[in-house]
């Protein structure tokens, strides 16, 4: 990786001061000229920021506080622009006029000279540009906050794209972070809210990010792993990079000639199938993210080109990429299709399992919530819900329960929510939840038919084969025992030794209920017998009340006793 992000890792030590100074300058400077001032103090300590944020709203016809905030990131910048866009998803932070509004993100600035260009290219590429290249065209046609592009031809012939990184970018962004960093800290130090949402990890997820897109390197290796990928899909195609003449600070690839997906007359006007294209690039970016785990994470207009024949489309600038794991990308699959079919249980469990915390949830709890959230949409056609607010009320609702869902979640979301406002652009009457249903099923049925089901029989086959290689010598060994008379079975029932007490207590019960009985039984078989001759003899008379009343008495004691060995025995039951 290119040594400018070597002093990533301590930014108080290693960032200037005068240089940190005169970037907090620039920075207030771009606040008070767009009228924000102290409004993020006033909105931090405020107990009701959504409160003072429309006080701060001017009358109609001015800029709202959301547009300012847009604009003023994009005017501070390429650091500030990505932190823009990763805070969009969050919110559970931020009001969601704001973070609707900082997803229209876009870093176009004005163009640096070719003077400046030709310099960065020729000390990368160690040559001069007229050496190097068969013709250059010293006009660029792109230009964003951290690059912009070139058309030229390879001395093959080759029609090349020659994307240039911005001079001293890289001080830029390392000033940039440090003061962000800084500012988290104390955030986190010194308010309810720093503790509630960690907002230097935040900063620590906006240096990763910012760290892919300035290696050019590294987006030339996404490239090549994007076409691997989407060889088995029709129609959509990334470009060819030309590592001869790519760096940390140069990247050439073949020349794109399209249009972007949204430019809805271009499309028109060169035939093109809207509703397919959009369904085309629906498709990919879910199996990108539900097959593959490693997915296009800006896939704004300006980054999906359709091609001249007008049903293909070529996804460029991949130096954002998302990654997700197999398991994640399965409870993304849950989600979804929980969303899709209002299934709540289906939804709630994926939630659990997404959360990094292990949190002890009240599923009936959760499932009741997801239930008063989703009657939201209850009455919505499917094809007008917005997927992504869906996902940030989802994960606004896990973080009530406590939960803390992975923060590639929230890549997911914006990559999402991005394309499905495309997909309205193209038609419409698109339904990115039908379209999600029918790529998982297909997934399922591939996934079943061709991976899943080869790795099944390969377990399978080798656990057949570790039976057939031990099954000789186990039934040798069970012949020699039984040959030896040494054969013996031994089973080890739970509770067995209780059940034995058990049956004996029944047992002696049931002796003292027939004891009972039977001495019942005798006296009263003798009492009617002495009954009879009583009427002959006063002292038979006599007798039988002496034999009745003994027989009460035995009775009585048989009973004492069966009783006594009912209560001992409850006391003395482990």
């Not at 195609?237 to 430019?263: A, F, Q, R």
């Not at 490693?294 to 999906?304: E, G, L, S, Y």
Request: proline share 3%; with cysteine.
């Amino acid at each position: 990786m290119n040594s400018g992000f070597a002093c990533f890792g301590d930014m108080d030590q290693n960032i200037k001061k005068s240089g940190n100074l005169k970037r907090y300058k620039e920075i207030m400077s771009v606040l008070h000229r767009n009228g924000l001032g102290f409004l993020f103090v006033k909105t931090a300590i405020s107990m009701n920021p959504q409160k003072t944020l429309n006080k701060r709203n001017n009358a109609p016809g001015q800029p709202t506080i959301a547009e300012r905030v847009r604009r003023a990131c994009e005017q501070l910048g390429p650091t500030f622009v990505k932190l823009g866009q990763i805070m969009s998803t969050r919110t559970d932070i931020i009001p969601p006029e704001i973070s609707e509004e900082l997803r229209k993100l876009q870093d176009n600035v004005p163009a640096f000279s070719f003077v400046q260009a030709r310099q960065v290219i020729e000390s990368e590429l160690g040559g001069a540009i007229e050496t190097v290249f068969a013709d250059f065209d010293p006009k660029p046609v792109a230009a964003a906050s951290m690059s912009q592009v070139y058309v030229a031809h390879l001395v093959s012939g080759a029609k090349v794209a020659v994307k240039v990184q911005r001079p001293d970018i890289l001080d830029v962004i390392e000033t940039d972070l440090g003061i962000l960093q800084k500012l988290a800290r104390f955030v986190d130090k010194h308010t309810k809210y720093g503790k509630l949402y960690d907002f230097e990890s935040m900063v620590l997820q906006l240096r990763a990010v910012m760290e892919q897109e300035i290696d050019f390197m590294h987006e030339g290796g996404n490239i090549d792993r994007f076409r691997k990928n989407l060889a088995d899909q029709p129609h959509v195609t990334v470009p060819k990079v030309k590592w001869i003449y790519t760096t940390g600070k140069v990247l050439t690839m073949d020349y794109v000639d399209g249009i972007k997906i949204n430019d809805v007359e271009g499309l028109d006007a060169m035939g093109a199938d809207r509703r397919f294209v959009g369904k085309i690039f629906m498709g990919s970016l879910l199996k990108q993210i539900l097959v593959h785990g490693f997915f296009h994470a800006d896939p704004h207009p300006a980054n999906v080109l359709v091609l001249p024949d007008g049903k293909s489309i070529e996804f460029i600038d991949l130096g954002m990429a998302g990654e997700l794991s197999e398991s994640f990308r399965k409870q993304m699959s849950d989600l979804m299709l929980g969303v899709a079919t209002r299934n709540v249980r289906k939804i709630g469990r994926a939630i659990m399992d997404m959360d990094e915390n292990g949190t002890d949830v009240n599923v009936h709890q959760l499932n009741k919530a997801l239930t008063m959230m989703l009657d939201e949409y209850l009455y919505v056609p499917v094809y007008k819900i917005q997927i992504a607010k869906v996902f940030y009320s989802v994960f606004k609702l896990a973080a009530d329960f406590n939960m803390k869902i992975a923060k590639e979640f929230a890549l997911v979301t914006k990559c999402l929510g991005t394309a499905q406002g495309i997909m309205e652009e193209l038609d419409t009457g698109a339904n990115i939840l039908e379209i999600a249903e029918e790529t998982i099923g297909d997934i399922m049925r591939e996934s079943f038919n061709k991976r899943d089901l080869k790795r099944y029989i390969a377990s399978a086959a080798t656990d057949t084969a570790d039976i057939v290689k031990k099954l000789p010598s186990f039934v040798l060994g069970m012949m020699e025992r039984v040959e030896e008379n040494n054969f013996q079975i031994e089973m080890n029932i739970k509770g067995l030794d209780k059940l034995d007490k058990d049956i004996e207590r029944v047992a002696n019960r049931l002796s003292f209920t027939v004891v009972l009985l039977a001495v019942c039984i005798l006296v009263a078989g003798v009492t009617i017998a002495i009954g009879f001759q009583a009427r002959y003899s006063d002292t038979m008379i006599q007798f039988s009340v002496f034999a009745l009343g003994a027989g009460l008495v035995i009775a009585a004691i048989i009973v004492v006793g069966l009783l006594f060995n009912i209560i001992y025995t409850h006391i003395k039951k482990p």
